[in-house]
């Protein structure tokens, strides 16, 4: 067992970066405020990459943001006895390993970053564990007798539980003591030492109205001396802090230097040679010190060690509670428990049922609920809780889209918004193989080898999901098994990019976006002082990472090595299945788009082999639109590639033109693709490559003019001064004379055999080239020249550039061009 002194005070999102458990079966979080947003960026990702799965646990009344994903299990927590449900707790567990912080701060970017805060971390990777880790199992277990919850926060408390205690208890000395507001006041489990206590001092930034708790405190151990440390903003009566601190013997009360908010919680009492703390979640207040959960206290969680002070008031300026200004000083002010008649605690959609429960003050609740139209009839009661259930059609999709939270209307109309939706399969299944984009962004994978590899590692992995081989029982959600299936595989961001649905969720952002406000106990912030405003108003704005940054970045050796990568990568896919077709495809577009490949040639190239897989590949009905976007975008940006090319490619646009054919079979296919699915693949590949308005591009009504067109028709575009009519006629301007800008046309369109060049200037000339055979038709005066130029094994090149040409091979009179041209046998 590491000694828990040597983990004492990490916070949870470092704690969670370190990932310490590298296979870990469970990640419970517990947590009063609670940001699910915020949760999501620095939990959640980094629990996924260790394939774990994650539950938190909230006061259902301090949800202070909603979720943006349904992949885990998000839980609002009422306690039955009216009190907060208020512990601060980090589990992280395996069959084998266990890590166990707990600590002050809320699952928000203040109680997890801003703020002052202490926490305790403990592990158990031996043959033993701490005996702590078998008394917080027991107080999982027992947990759901005090507080409404539901099932599903059951089954995973008893899971934790069973893995803490998966490995006998160790005893050892010096082992931290678990104390918690079950069964005995807090207050209570301190023990009074044998000796004379020769100080007392408290740090926490609540206190009940009447200090009552802290005169208990004072009571219970008489100290001789007496220190508060109280941070600014901090809750509480001044006049019956100062009461209370005049019963010490010697009293003193400071505030921490600085404008940082101390929101730690500690009790700690001296004798001449010995210290304990109480550490935690428990402020000095009645309803968490004096109170149980079931005389209305709060649901708090703290440890009790021997250890060297922690509290330091030599670092503090003194306040004389009197003149309090400097503190800042807000109301306390006792808890009301909500008086809301009815909670929708979540809604849970499983593959075949989709369940919500609701908390209800009258025994009874309501008959039915609607959700998303679909209507969930009672199913059966525990006393306030009611659950309710409902069969969806095949159809019926609440969380395909992304989903995370959905309205509920009950049969007396009231309408409960933003409930949490939980994808239930998704949330519990374990990731066979998580890609890298779990813990990290697209950029910075790009730009580290090993992530990267990782992430060629968890596509080859994703070519094993076969939506032909997955079998749908009839009124089962065919899409959502399918993405229940990658998502056991990879993991829900590789799902996310492969759907084009990771933008409505941001990837991974840098500690300056995480930790970007404050949220506290009581929703307060923590004042800033002016230095640190100037400070942050001079910092310069961290730049996001793209993939075109990324990019820029990269030496010329290590660009040349990403190319070869990405060029293997659609090799070796192409056998490969629809999903993992997908996400190469996407892949390669954002790469093409961000500038790996500086010159048109070489990345139109390979835009060409990623839409002719698309086209080869076996559709999926369920993924038809994703199919169906992506092939669009890539014929798009593969138009424009042959476009920019220097150098025209006579084998590239041939096989464009197959590639073109092909796809017009498909056009009614490929327009019914929604606007939405192609925007989503689209944002971001604007830029340098395809132009800056590439993803504002009506995809579907350009698709549809490329489709409209021919091969000659692009390189008739490419000519200056030229277009083809509606007799496909290809007219010519420019050019020293018309029979120079013919011959020019003429030459530069060679790979169209016997294609119809006219001038539009006088005298009218028209021409035909077939690679050998040269035909010219010109008018003088009332009649028409017609002349051949037989066997050109060099080509005409030299004569549209003003080269004469030699004595014609034959020479007659027409009726007229296309007379000329019908009439001529001559053999090319």
């Given amino acids: 067992m590491t000694p828990w002194e040597d983990l004492r005070g990490a916070a949870p999102p470092a704690l969670l970066r370190g990932r310490p458990l590298a296979d870990a079966e469970e990640v419970l979080v517990l947590t009063y405020t609670c940001d699910l947003s915020f949760f999501e960026d620095v939990c959640l990702r980094e629990a996924q990459a260790v394939r774990a799965r994650t539950t938190i646990l909230y006061d259902a009344e301090q949800l202070t943001q909603g979720p943006r994903r349904a992949d885990y299990l998000a839980l609002p927590v009422v306690c039955k006895g009216g009190g907060a449900f208020h512990p601060k707790l980090v589990v992280i567990a395996s069959e084998t390993d266990a890590v166990v912080a707990i600590g002050s701060g809320n699952a928000t970017p203040s109680g997890w970053h801003h703020n002052a805060e202490v926490w305790t971390l403990l592990r158990g990777a031996g043959q033993t564990v701490p005996q702590l880790f078998h008394d917080l199992a027991a107080w999982l277990r027992r947990l759901p007798t005090a507080v409404w919850v539901e099932n599903l926060g059951r089954e995973r408390l008893d899971r934790v539980a069973a893995l803490l205690t998966a490995r006998p208890a160790g005893q050892a000395p010096g082992q931290p003591v678990l104390v918690t507001t079950a069964v005995r006041p807090i207050i209570e489990q301190l023990p009074v030492p044998k000796t004379h206590v020769t100080s007392l001092a408290v740090a926490a930034p609540f206190f009940d109205p009447r200090a009552e708790a802290l005169r208990r405190l004072l009571d219970r151990f008489g100290p001789d001396e007496l220190h508060l440390l109280l941070t600014r903003d901090v809750q509480c009566d001044p006049d019956a802090l100062a009461q209370v601190v005049k019963r010490a013997p010697t009293g003193v009360v400071a505030t921490p230097k600085g404008n940082r908010y101390h929101h730690a919680k500690i009790v700690e009492w001296r004798t001449a040679d010995q210290s304990w703390a109480l550490t935690g979640s428990a402020n000095c207040s009645m309803a968490a010190l004096v109170r149980t959960m079931a005389t209305g206290g709060n649901c708090e969680l703290g440890l009790l060690t021997e250890t060297a002070p922690l509290i330091d008031t030599g670092a503090a300026h003194e306040v004389d509670l009197a003149q309090p200004a400097i503190l800042h000083v807000r109301e306390p002010g006792e808890r009301v428990p909500s008086e809301a008649p009815l909670r929708v605690l979540g809604v849970r959609v499983d593959a075949e049922w989709v369940e919500a429960t609701v908390l209800a003050d009258a025994e009874l609740g309501p008959a039915w609920l609607m959700v998303d139209g679909l209507r969930l009839d009672h199913h059966h009661s525990d006393g306030k809780l009611h659950r309710y259930v409902g069969v969806p059609a095949a159809d019926w999709s609440l969380v395909s889209g992304g989903r995370a939270t959905v309205n509920v209307e009950t049969d007396m109309g009231v309408e409960v918004r933003d409930v949490v939706v939980t994808d239930v399969t998704a949330a519990l299944s374990r990731i066979d193989r998580p890609s890298p984009l779990e813990h990290t962004s697209l950029p910075l994978v790009i730009a580290d080898q090993a992530h990267l590899a990782a992430l060629v590692e968890a596509l080859a992995y994703l070519a094993s999901v076969r939506p032909d081989g997955i079998a749908t029982p009839p009124g089962i959600n ?140 076996d559709q999926e009905e369920c993924l038809d639109d994703e199919h169906a976007a992506l092939a669009t975008i890539g014929l798009v940006a593969l138009h424009s590639g042959l476009h920019r090319r220097i150098e025209s490619d006579s084998e590239l646009v041939e096989q464009f033109e197959e590639l073109r054919k092909a796809y017009v079979e498909w056009t009614e296919w490929l327009a019914a693709v929604p606007v939405e699915t192609v925007r989503r693949y689209a944002a971001g590949l604007g830029g340098h490559t395809f132009g800056l308005l590439f993803g504002q591009t009506d995809f579907v009504a350009e698709l549809g003019w490329i489709l409209g067109r021919s091969a000659l028709h692009d390189a008739v575009d490419r000519l200056t001064g030229a277009w083809l009519d ?94 000329a041209f019908g009439s001529q046998t001559t053999s090319p």
Wanted: charged fraction near 25%; glycine fraction near 8%.
């Fill in 726 to 819: 509606s007799g496909s006629v290809v007219r010519v301007t420019g050019g020293r004379t018309t029979r120079q800008a013919v011959l020019s046309a003429l030459d530069a369109l060679r790979d169209f055999p016997d294609v119809q060049v006219a001038s539009e200037g006088e005298p009218a000339v028209h021409g035909w080239w077939n690679g050998r055979r040269l035909l010219l038709v010109s008018r003088t005066g009332a009649t028409w020249r017609a002349e051949t130029w037989s066997n050109l094994m060099t080509g005409i090149a030299a004569y549209s550039r003003g080269a004469p040409l030699r004595p014609s091979d034959r020479r007659w009179t027409a009726s007229g061009p296309d007379d």
């Fill in 478 to 617: 065919r899409r959502r098994q399918v993405e229940g299936r990658i998502t056991a595989a990879v993991g829900p961001a590789l799902l996310r990019f492969t759907l084009g649905l990771d933008g409505r969720s941001r990837s991974t952002p840098a500690d300056e976006e995480i930790f970007d406000d404050a949220d506290e106990d009581n929703g307060a912030s923590p004042r800033v002082g002016q230095e640190e405003l100037r400070t942050t108003a001079e910092r310069p704005p961290a730049r996001a990472e793209t993939v075109a940054t990324v990019l820029d970045a990269l030496t010329p050796g290590q660009r040349t090595r990403l190319r070869r990568e990405i060029e293997g990568l659609v090799d070796a896919s192409e056998g490969w299945s629809l999903p993992a077709k997908l996400a190469v495809s996407r892949l390669v577009l954002t790469l093409v788009a961000g500038g790996l490949w500086l010159d048109p040639s070489d990345w139109s190239d390979l835009l060409y082999w990623v839409v002719l897989q698309l086209w080869m590949t």
